[in-house]
């Protein structure tokens, strides 16, 4: 078996796995199909039978089971006839209803398992993967896979079902006519088990092309203010023809293989069918083999042909399904590098007291960014970071609420290790405010409920009360209804702001973050979120990673991060004194720092 069989049957194998809970339904699936395609083929036999009526009379096939008189065995005939053209309706009905809702759960408890695993990864492995290459797995993958079990799989079974029938019947009529009717058989089935071989790597550049397309398109859309910004349409307008076009070409490719393979199909089987017409035809005519038997096999030839020729379409909708289910499951089957613990703290059980003891951390390229980082946070406290650019400030929080787990040393939460809790435990004891807000296409409202979806609407305006927001939110036409756009485009970077605290506020957690909250706001919206921190900080634990160092001079403690370790902490006062880092960027700050030019360097 070469690579490309091996890789299908592999894939095949694994669908099936997948699919266990859906076995029952498939094997009613199949049966329905096997009964549609018996009773499809009866008609030919039926008409062979019509013919040794009209031929032999009261000496027909049919004499011997019923009526003696021509007229009595065509009543019989009739009533044959309507019996197994009701039963290939009943059972072609039931076999696209199975196989269609089989395709349309399948897929979506695919789509929702695979979703859901995409969650669960940790936030390094998204930082060598597109979203648009994970979308065409979700989205394009899951639907070819649907499309394929929609039609294609049917189409498996009834074709195999066709030969296995037509070939019995053929060989019970005739066997002479039948070898040679079926003598292009072999190479039937070789150019249909050799077609994916030639089309398969042709549909892995597709499934490739297409995912770049997705890139593209998704980052474009993201950023279509810096596109309009820079007046970078026409430019980016050539990325995605020429990405389109990529795409087309290689589609193209893969048609002409696809599209060759039904007329050459067509050309083998022809001879079977010219061997069945004229053999045939000479047998009857040397008195071997009666005219009943001859028009039965040539119209079985016929009810042979045109799934063959379809075969072709077959296997080339099969690879894609096939090509599409391993990258599914390929998704399915990565390893959770970040696992959740097993201790479940409720947030009135959390104090809040916060600790890094020896951490050491590196990203994926093995720079390191923390080494040996201690620092206590006390229960209700408010601790600020601060640091240069690149000190580690914002890789603190995101080991806190284990986005990444540390290279070595332990942080705790109570005591704690971070590692024994639960996720729910763990992140629902924390409140985060990012300077990059991220906001739902939605309604200020479940932006500000997201996370407690069921909370009553006076707990929502009291928070964003709180945050200061509530004024400017009523002054919008439909209030606290209004629809805020994608990433909330349509609001200032300010407002995201302090709904992104109002939201914090309304989780309440025992531990409060704010990483770069006030970096990129107005003087005024800075002070609004000041005042607010003021009020929801008391008798929580806090911890504020900031930049502007006039938003952390009343903190509990500072602690001062260079190349990855605390080079100094104290209090504001405390810091400025010992004349270090800290002080030194307060001067820079405050204007007070000796001009480069009149420092004598």
């Not at 289910?325 to 703290?345: F, K, M, Q």
């Amino acid at each position: 078996m070469d690579a490309t069989h091996g890789g299908e049957t592999r894939a095949l194998r694994r669908l099936l796995r997948y699919a266990t809970p859906f076995r029952r339904r498939i094997y009613a699936a199949v049966s329905f199909s096997i009964f549609n395609k018996v009773f499809d083929v009866l008609p030919p036999l039926l008409i062979g039978l019509g013919v040794d009526v009209v031929v032999e009379q009261e000496n027909s096939f049919l004499s011997q089971f019923g009526p003696t008189t021509i007229m009595g065995q065509l009543w019989l005939l009739a009533g044959l006839t309507i019996a197994v053209w009701v039963l290939e309706s009943l059972f072609e009905y039931l076999a696209k209803l199975y196989w269609r809702n089989l395709a349309q759960d399948l897929q979506h408890e695919l789509r929702l398992d695979a979703y859901q695993h995409v969650q669960d990864l940790e936030l390094e492995y998204f930082e060598d993967r597109s979203t648009g290459g994970l979308m065409a797995i979700l989205n394009d993958d899951v639907n070819q896979l649907e499309r394929f079990l929609n039609d294609g799989a049917n189409e498996v079974v009834q074709v195999a079902t066709t030969v296995v029938t037509i070939g019995i019947a053929f060989f019970l009529i005739e066997w002479r006519v039948a070898i040679l009717a079926f003598l292009p058989m072999p190479l039937v089935l070789w150019g249909s088990f050799r077609f994916p071989d030639w089309i398969a790597p042709r549909y892995a550049d597709v499934r490739a092309r297409v995912g770049f397309l997705n890139d593209y398109l998704s980052n474009n859309l993201s950023g279509i203010a810096t596109i309009k910004s820079f007046t970078g349409e026409d430019h980016e307008t050539g990325r995605i023809r020429e990405a389109s076009s990529d795409y087309v070409e290689s589609n193209r490719d893969a048609i002409r293989i696809s599209s060759a393979f039904t007329p050459l199909i067509r050309m083998a089987i022809l001879s079977g069918f010219v061997a069945t017409l004229v053999l045939g035809g000479r047998f009857v005519t040397e008195g071997s083999m009666a005219v009943a038997s001859y028009t039965i096999m040539v119209f079985l030839t016929q009810r042979l042909l045109w799934p063959l020729t379809r075969l072709g379409e077959t296997f080339d909708q099969y690879q894609r399904a096939m090509a599409s289910t391993d990258r599914i499951l390929n998704l399915l089957d990565t390893p959770i590098a970040i696992e959740e613990g097993s201790v479940v703290l409720s947030q009135d059980e959390v104090a809040g007291r916060v600790s890094f003891d020896h951490v050491d951390f590196s990203y994926a390229n093995g720079v390191p960014v923390l080494d040996d980082l201690s620092f206590d946070v006390p229960a209700g406290a408010t601790v600020a970071i601060v640091g240069s650019t690149g000190a580690g400030k914002s890789t603190v929080i995101k080991l806190l609420l284990r986005f990444y787990d540390p290279t070595n040393g332990t942080i705790s939460i109570d005591g704690l290790d971070a590692r024994q809790l639960t996720f729910a435990s763990l992140r629902g004891a924390i409140g985060l405010v990012s300077q990059d807000v991220f906001l739902f296409h939605g309604t200020v409202r479940e932006n500000i409920a997201y996370g407690t979806p069921d909370i009553n609407r006076q707990r929502v305006i009291e928070a964003a009360t709180i945050a200061e927001a509530h004024e400017f939110i009523m002054s919008f036409p439909d209030g606290y209804d209004t629809i805020v756009g994608e990433r909330g485009q349509k609001l200032s970077g300010g407002q995201r702001q302090r709904i992104s605290l109002a939201r914090a506020i309304l989780k309440d957690p025992p531990i409060l973050v704010l990483d770069e909250a006030t970096s990129s706001v107005d003087n005024e919206t800075e002070a609004a979120i000041q005042r607010s921190l003021e009020k929801v900080s008391i008798d929580r634990t806090t911890i504020v990673i900031a930049h502007r160092l006039s938003t952390v001079r009343h903190a509990d403690n500072i602690v001062v991060l260079d190349a990855g370790g605390v080079f100094e902490q104290g209090n504001h006062d405390d810091l400025l004194a010992s004349d270090g880092i800290y002080a030194s960027l307060w001067k820079v700050q405050t204007g007070t720092a000796i001009p480069w030019h009149e420092s004598g360097a």
